[in-house]
Each structure stands twice: as structure tokens, then as C-alpha cells.
């Protein structure tokens, strides 16, 4: 096939320097506000969530974006609304981000009909193709080719919207993420691949894992522009991923790997006994939410008062969503293959779960003979 040409842009172009955007000290702490707002709104959830699952109130696996707060909120802000957005299964701050209800969030915890995947995806699977949220994905790697796949047609139709695909630390070993990386340089394809770098693969750091431990640097092999940021920083997280996007809506594809720390384990049930007492220690002091607060508070942004109003009403918002999930009807069983594909595939079975693969053959009646 043909290599594509990067669309034609504006004059901006990655190389050159670049305007500090006017903007007014009220309109930035609104929006330094804002992000907060978002960050508390994120932890409060994700407690909420931990405790349905250890309450067996939510089933299967549940991970959390604790202490990913500010990467989320950060890369969010960079998106517009018609962006498209693929992630892992760590994905419940994301949705909130993407300003999907937290009841309907909860709801898909749940595994209720007001779910946001109506209750068929649960914690891993959230998608919304209203919001361009196309899914939360329990396949290490699995959303890559994907996400790659959804640049190639935004590319393929002359629209502009960009793609963001974020992925763990442990994915970049994956092959489909070599893959991916590589034909969206070739083809020039409106994507941003976005490394949440929490420095563990479930128990497995980074160091132990990857050959190149600066994981930015892999785009190299592909000739495609990539930079680290602070993860632990919304406002840095937020610039950095508007650069991504500004490359990526030009057609230079781009990799973003975000340094951030995973406050608790793998998953809801992981002690993470593998962890160092110390590095758990001060893990507190780097906490996003804490630090950011303090943040504000130094710069005359938010006061006390302020602040607690803010976590009175992010507790808020992630109680009544349990409330309104419990109150949620479970799924009929009758619907369990109804989303499995956009449209009807033949031959797709409709066993329900214990029912036999095949009906049992025909007792021969004529000794076997044709
Ligand atoms: C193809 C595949 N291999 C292995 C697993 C099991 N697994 C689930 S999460 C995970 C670690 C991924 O770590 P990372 O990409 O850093 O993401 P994080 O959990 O830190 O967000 C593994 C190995 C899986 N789900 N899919
Ligand atoms: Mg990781």
C-alpha cells in the first residue's frame, strides 16, 4: 500500500516554537479549580468502588485510578468532544472524565441495566459511542490495534478528529503495540498512544520488564515524536497532551508516556504484599489530590473551606451513585447476546451458558448404512 501523507496543517508545526496562549489568571483558576473538582470527584468514586467490591456488591475484576487522578484529568482536558478514546481496563476515572454520569459508571460496577454497557461489561468494559469512549479493554495490548484501526478510518474519511489510546507500562511488550506504532507512523495516522507509566505491571516494575526503561523512547523506532511528563501534575499533564494532540490532528502520530504511581494494588484484591514498606511510605507524600490541594492553597486558589466543600461533594456524587446502582434492575438473561455484535453474524451461538455445544446426533435407525 501506498504511505500516506501527513494531511495539510496550519502553520504550526512541532518544530517550531510555541506561542504562550493568552489567557486570564481567573480563567486558569477556574480551570485549575475545575481540574480538582474532576481529581476529587475520581478518588472519591474509585473508595466508593473499592468498598461495593469487597462488600460482593460488584463482581469480576475491578481496577482503580488511584493516584492516576491527575494523568487522567490532565489528558482528558486535551480531547475534544468528538475525539475518540480507547483505554485499558483501568478505566472508571476516564469515563467520569469524559463527563459519562457517575451513576451510570457505577451502575456498570454493578453490573445493572442503567450500566453504561448496560450491565454486560462491567468494570473493564465501558463504552459509549455517544461520548467516543469506545471501550475499556481487559486484553493487555487489546485496544492498540483498535484505536490504530479507528485513526486509519478517521484518516481514511478526511475528518479530523484524533484518537487517544492509553495503555499500561507492562503493554509497550506487547507486539500489537510495536505493530500499531509502526503502521501509524507509516500512514501518518491521527493518533495518540498515551503510556500511564505506574511502574508496575501488576507486581512487575518496569525495570525488570522492559530493556528501556524510558519507555517514550521506543517511538524512535518508528520515527515518531514522543516526550515524558509528570504525571502527578494535571496542568503538565494537560499541556503536554495538548502538543500530542496537536500532532496527532495534523497526521503525525504521537507517544506520550505519563509518569504517574499506583497508590494501591493491581486490582481491588491485590494486598500488594511484592511492594516496599518504605516506597509505600512515601507514596503518601507524592498522593496527586494531596499535593495538588496544597497547590492551590499555596498559590491563594482555594482555601480550607473551599477544599472540603469540594470532597463533601465528590463523596456525595460517588454515594448517591452506589445508591442508584443498588437500585438498578439486574439484566434479563434473555439479553445476554444482544450486544455481542453491532449487527447479526450467522452461525453465532446463542447457548446460554451449561446448554450443550451441539444438539446430540440422531440415534441411526438404519445400522449406520447410507
Ligand atoms: C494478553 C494479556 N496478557 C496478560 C494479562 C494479565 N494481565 C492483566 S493486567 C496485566 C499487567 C498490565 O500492566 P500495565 O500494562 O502496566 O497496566 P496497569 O495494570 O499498571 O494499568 C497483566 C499481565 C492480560 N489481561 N492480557
Ligand atoms: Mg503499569
Redesign the pocket.
Known amino acids: 500500500m501506498a504511505t500516506r501523507t501527513p494531511r495539510k496543517t496550519t502553520s504550526r508545526s512541532t518544530t517550531t516554537p510555541r506561542k504562550k496562549a493568552a489567557s486570564s489568571p481567573k480563567k486558569d483558576a477556574k480551570q485549575l479549580i475545575d481540574f480538582y473538582r474532576q481529581m476529587m470527584d475520581i478518588r472519591r468514586f474509585e473508595e466508593r468502588a473499592s468498598r461495593a467490591y469487597t462488600q460482593a456488591l460488584v463482581g469480576g475484576y475491578c ?1 482503580l485510578n488511584l493516584g492516576e487522578e491527575a494523568a487522567v484529568v490532565g489528558l482528558m482536558a486535551a480531547l475534544k468532544p468528538t475525539d475518540y478514546l480507547f483505554t ?3 478505566e472508571h476515572g476516564y469515563a467520569l472524565a469524559r463527563d459519562i454520569e457517575p451513576n451510570a459508571v457505577m451502575a456498570e460496577l454493578y453490573g445493572r441495566t442503567d450500566g453504561v454497557s448496560k450491565g454486560w461489561g462491567g468494570s473493564m468494559h465501558m463504552f459509549d459511542v455517544e461520548k467516543r469512549l469506545l471501550g475499556g479493554y ?5 485496544q492498540i490495534p483498535l484505536a490504530t484501526g479507528v485513526a486509519l478510518g478517521i484518516d481514511y474519511r478526511g475528518e479530523k478528529d484524533v484518537v487517544m489510546c492509553t ?5 509497550t511488550n ?1 507486539g500489537a503495540f510495536h505493530e500499531s506504532l509502526n503502521i501509524a507512523a507509516l500512514w501518518n495516522l491521527p493518533c495518540v498512544f498515551v503510556i ?1 507509566n ?1 511502574k ?3 507486581g512487575t516494575t518496569v525495570d525488570k520488564a522492559s530493556a528501556e526503561p524510558e519507555l517514550y523512547k521506543r517511538a524512535s523506532a518508528y520515527k515518531m515524536d514522543s516526550e515524558r511528563v509528570d504525571g502527578l501534575d494535571p496542568v503538565a499533564v494537560f499541556e503536554a497532551a495538548k502538543r500530542a494532540v496537536a500532532s496527532a490532528r495534523k497526521g503525525k502520530p504521537f507517544l506520550l508516556e505519563v509518569m504517574t504511581e ?1 497508590l494501591k494494588g ?1 486490582s481491588v484484591v491485590d494486598p500488594a504484599k511484592y511492594r516496599d514498606p518504605k516506597e509505600v511510605e512515601e507514596l503518601k507524600l507524592k498522593d496527586p489530590v494531596v499535593t495538588f490541594a496544597a497547590k492551590l492553597k499555596e498559590d491563594g486558589i482555594l482555601d480550607d473551606d473551599e477544599i472540603k466543600k469540594i470532597d463533601d461533594a465528590a463523596k456525595k456524587l460517588a454515594a448517591d451513585a452506589a445508591e442508584f446502582a443498588e437500585n438498578s434492575p439486574h439484566p434479563d438473561v434473555s439479553t445476554l447476546f444482544d450486544y455481542t455484535y453491532a449487527t447479526p453474524v450467522p452461525n453465532d451461538s446463542r447457548r446460554m451458558p451449561g446448554e450443550p455445544l451441539f444438539e446430540p446426533a440422531p440415534f441411526p435407525t438404519n445400522g449406520g448404512r447410507a
Open positions: 481496577h485499558n481496563y483501568r481487559g486484553i493487555v495490548g487489546g495503555m499500561g507500562d507492562g503493554t506487547i500511564i505506574n508496575l505491571g501488576m499506583r493491581h
